[in-house]
C-alpha cells in the first residue's frame, strides 16, 4: 500500500520541518495509451451466445477485451502490471474509466471502478455435468495494493430473473502473487441459456485533499487465466497449456531504442548476443517444447533472421526462462530510421492453445534514445519542504558527436490539473558520474501532456547542443509540488536516474524509469505547414527521402481502413489523399518536400515532413 505509506511520510517530514523533499512514486491519474487510442470507442454488444468452452487469457496485441467474449471495455488488456502471470496478457481493475480518466465518481470513501462482463453463454445443462469457472488474481502486481475497503468481486446472472448474484469477493491482504480460483456452478437459476459473469472492482483514492498533484490511479487488481468448461474438477484452474508468460523487451545491450546512426557506429558492442524467451507449462504432465525465432524487416517487408533453439523438456507448472543465442546485427540499408520485428514463437502438442504461443516484439532505431519501454504505469517526482530548486537528472551516453535538438518527457495528466506548471528544462555534461557543467537551461517550460500513443510530448530546445560520451537531460523544479513525470516500474534505472536536492546529487532509490528521452539529429520542424500539426505527434515512415513508396510504423498506424493520408505541398495544398495501405505510393510526387498527415476518424493522428526525391 505505497499510497498511504508515502502520505504519511510526507506528512511527517513536513510537519517536524527538518527534513527535505523526497522522491515520491504514486499511482497514475490517466493512462495515456487509453486516452489516445484509436480504439476507445464503446465496444458494441456480442450480437449471439457462446458455447462451452469459454476461454480467456488475453494474449493478443489489443488494449481492450476482445468483444467477441466481453461486453464492456473498462479494464486495460496489458503485459507491464505484473510479471508473475500464467501466461501473455493480463486485464487490469483499477481507479481509470475506458478513456484513461480517473472515474468521476472517484472519491476517498470508495466508489465503483471498472467491470468486465462476458457475452452471453449456454449453460443449459444439468447440474451433474460439473460445470466451473477458474481464474487467476493477484492484488497490486507492479501497481499499487488494494487496501481493507477495496475488493474485487465476481458476480453470476441469472437470466430468467433478470438478476446479478455475487459468488465471490477478494479483499486485500499479504498476497504478492497469482491465486487461483475455481467456483462450481450447479444452481439451476444459473444452469440457462444467456448466462453471464462479470468481475467488479472496488477502489478508493488516496487522501491526498491538500496534496492533488499526488492523487493518482491506485488498488490495482490483475486477472488472467479464465476458463469455463464442463466435466471439470475443483483443483482443474488450467488447460493443458504451455504459454508464453510476456513478450521480450530490446536486444539492445543498452538502449530500448536508440539513434539509427548512433546504433551503426557501434553495432558490433551493442546488439545483443541473445533472444530472452519467458515461457510457463501450465500442464500437469511433462511437455515437449521448440523455441523458434525470426528477425524481420518491417521497412523492407523481408524476414532478415530464422533459427531455433532446440526443443526441450519442461516439467509441469514450471517457468522457464532462457536465452537463446543470437548471431547477428541489425542492417538496413536506410540512413535515417529502421524498424525490426522479431517473432518469438513455440512449436507444442496439437491439442496445445496456440493463441499464446508466439510472442512479438518491435525493435525500433530513430532519432532518439530510451531506456523505457514506452509504458507508464506510476509518476515520479521530488515533493515536499526544500525541494522547491529540486532537480531530475537521466545519465545518457552518446557514441559519437551528435547534437541534441529536444527532450522529449512523458508527463501524466493530475488531478484536478494540478501537475500543470512551469519548470527548468536542463542539460549537463558530466562530472564523474553526476551532472556537471549546465549545457543548457530552457527556463519556465510548461507542464504538457502528449497527444501520441505513450503521451510523450517533445520540448525543443532553442538551439542545438553539442553531445558526446556522457550527458544528462532532466528538470529544475520551480515550486516544491510534485511534477508528476511518467515512471516505468518494469525497467530498472542501473544507477542512471539521479536527483539533487539541498545541494547534493544521490542516486534514485526508486525502482523502475524515468520516461524522459533525448531526441538527436535535425529539427522536428521545417515550415509553415508543420507548425499547423505541431500538437500531433510525429509519423514514423521509410524510407524518407523517397522516389516510389513510403511505409508506416504498423504499432502506430494500423491498416484498418479507418486512416487516410494527406500529402500537402509546403504552399498548404493537397497533391495527395489516399486511404492507409501497406504501402503508399509517392511516384508521382514532383521532386521536393512535402508534408505527410495521418488523418483517423476525421482528425489528424499525426504528421511528418517528406523529402521526395527524382
Known amino acids: 500500500m505505497f499510497k498511504r505509506t508515502f502520505l504519511y511520510l510526507f506528512l511527517f517530514f513536513h510537519f517536524l520541518n527538518y527534513s527535505y523533499g523526497q522522491e515520491l512514486v504514486i499511482g497514475l491519474s490517466s493512462n495515456p495509451l487509453l486516452q489516445n487510442s484509436v480504439?476507445?470507442?464503446?465496444?458494441?454488444?456480442?450480437?449471439?451466445?457462446?458455447?462451452?468452452?469459454?476461454?480467456?487469457?488475453?494474449?493478443?496485441?489489443?488494449?481492450?477485451p476482445n468483444s467477441s467474449r466481453w461486453t464492456d471495455n473498462f479494464v486495460f488488456i496489458n503485459n507491464t502490471y505484473s510479471n508473475l502471470q500464467p501466461s501473455t496478457g493480463i486485464a487490469t481493475f483499477d481507479a481509470l474509466d475506458n478513456t484513461g480518466r480517473l472515474y468521476e465518481n472517484a472519491s476517498?470513501?470508495?466508489?465503483?471502478?471498472?467491470?468486465?462482463?462476458?457475452v452471453p453463454i449456454n449453460l443449459?445443462?444439468?447440474?451433474?455435468?460439473?460445470?466451473?469457472?477458474?481464474?487467476?488474481?493477484?492484488?497490486?502486481?507492479?501497481?499499487d495494493m488494494p487496501e481493507e475497503k477495496d475488493s474485487l468481486v465476481l458476480h453470476f446472472f441469472a437470466p430468467e430473473e433478470n438478476k446479478w448474484y455475487s459468488v465471490w469477493k477478494a479483499i486485500a491482504g499479504n498476497q504478492t502473487d497469482f491465486k487461483a480460483?475455481?467456483?462450481?456452478?450447479?444452481?439451476?437459476?444459473?444452469?440457462?441459456t444467456g448466462f453471464r459473469f462479470r468481475f467488479i472492482n472496488y477502489a478508493s483514492l488516496s487522501d491526498y485533499q491538500n496534496y492533488p498533484s499526488m492523487i493518482g490511479n491506485c488498488d490495482h487488481w490483475n486477472l488472467d487465466y479464465i476458463v469455463l468448461d464442463r466435466n471439470r474438477k475443483a483443483t482443474d484452474t488450467l488447460l493443458a497449456d504451455v504459454a508464453f508468460r510476456y513478450p521480450p523487451r530490446s536486444l539492445l545491450q543498452t538502449y530500448e531504442s536508440m539513434p539509427w546512426k548512433q546504433f551503426e557506429q557501434i553495432s558490433l558492442q551493442e546488439m545483443g548476443s541473445v533472444i530472452p524467451g519467458h515461457y510457463r507449462n501450465n500442464d500437469s504432465i511433462v511437455r515437449n517444447v521448440t523455441r523458434n525465432f525470426e528477425i524481420w524487416d518491417?521497412?523492407?517487408?523481408?524476414?532478415?533472421?530464422?533459427?531455433?533453439?532446440?526443443?526441450?523438456?519442461?516439467?509441469?507448472?514450471?517457468?522457464?526462462?532462457?536465452?537463446?543465442?543470437?548471431?547477428?546485427?541489425?542492417?538496413?540499408?536506410?540512413?535515417?530510421?529502421a524498424l525490426f520485428k522479431v517473432i518469438s514463437f513455440l512449436i507444442t502438442d496439437d491439442f496445445d492453445p496456440k493463441i499464446n504461443d508466439t510472442v512479438i516484439y518491435y525493435q525500433r532505431f530513430s532519432n532518439y534514445f530510451a531506456f523505457d519501454d514506452g509504458s507508464?504505469?506510476?509518476?515520479?517526482?521530488i515533493n515536499g519542504l526544500g525541494s522547491n530548486n529540486a532537480m531530475v537528472a537521466y545519465r545518457f551516453r552518446s557514441f559519437m558527436e551528435d547534437t541534441l535538438r529536444a527532450i522529449s518527457i512523458c508527463f501524466n495528466d493530475s488531478y484536478q490539473n494540478a501537475n500543470l506548471r512551469t519548470f527548468d528544462l536542463m542539460v549537463w555534461d558530466d562530472a564523474g558520474g553526476i551532472p556537471g557543467t549546465v549545457l543548457c537551461s530552457v527556463e519556465g517550460v510548461r507542464v504538457e501532456q502528449g497527444s501520441s500513443l505513450n503521451g510523450f510530448y517533445t520540448y525543443k530546445l532553442p538551439k542545438p547542443v553539442m553531445v558526446d560520451n556522457i550527458f544528462y537531460v532532466g528538470w529544475k523544479q520551480r515550486s516544491?509540488?510534485?511534477?508528476?513525470?511518467?515512471?516505468?516500474?518494469?525497467?530498472?534505472?542501473?544507477?542512471?536516474?539521479?536527483y539533487w536536492i539541498n545541494g547534493v546529487w544521490y542516486q534514485s532509490g526508486m525502482s523502475g524509469t524515468l520516461m524522459i528521452r533525448p531526441v538527436m539529429g535535425p529539427p522536428l520542424t521545417t515550415g509553415i505547414r508543420d507548425i499547423r500539426y505541431n500538437d500531433r505527434p510525429a509519423l514514423h515512415f521509410w524510407p524518407n527521402p523517397s522516389r516510389e513508396y513510403i511505409v508506416f510504423d504498423p504499432e502506430q498506424l494500423p491498416v484498418d481502413g479507418r486512416t487516410f493520408i494527406s500529402v500537402t505541398d509546403m504552399q498548404g495544398r493537397e497533391i495527395l489523399n489516399t486511404p492507409l495501405a501497406d504501402r503508399i505510393d509517392i511516384s508521382s510526387l514532383h521532386e521536393g518536400m512535402y508534408v505527410v498527415v495521418a488523418i483517423r476518424n476525421g482528425l489528424p493522428a499525426g504528421y511528418s515532413r517528406l523529402i521526395k526525391l527524382k
Request: glycine fraction near 10%; charge should be negative; charged fraction near 25%.
Open 39 to 64: 480504439e476507445n470507442a464503446k465496444k458494441s454488444a456480442f450480437a449471439g451466445e457462446l458455447e462451452l468452452p469459454f476461454f480467456e487469457d488475453f494474449s493478443g496485441t489489443d488494449i481492450f
Open 124 to 143: 443449459n445443462y444439468p447440474a451433474n455435468q460439473n460445470i466451473r469457472l477458474s481464474f487467476f488474481y493477484q492484488p497490486g502486481g507492479l501497481g
Open 108 to 118: 476517498y470513501i470508495g466508489f465503483k471502478a471498472d467491470q468486465l462482463t462476458s
Open 376 to 381: 507508464a504505469e506510476a509518476g515520479y517526482g
Open 480 to 498: 516544491e509540488t510534485f511534477l508528476n513525470a511518467g515512471f516505468d516500474l518494469n525497467t530498472p534505472h542501473g544507477g542512471r536516474q539521479l
Open 298 to 337: 518491417v521497412y523492407e517487408k523481408k524476414m532478415v533472421k530464422a533459427f531455433s533453439a532446440g526443443a526441450v523438456n519442461i516439467d509441469p507448472f514450471t517457468n522457464d526462462d532462457f536465452n537463446a543465442d543470437l548471431i547477428y546485427t541489425f542492417k538496413s540499408e536506410n540512413k535515417d530510421s
Open 181 to 192: 480460483v475455481s467456483i462450481g456452478i450447479d444452481e439451476s437459476k444459473f444452469l440457462k
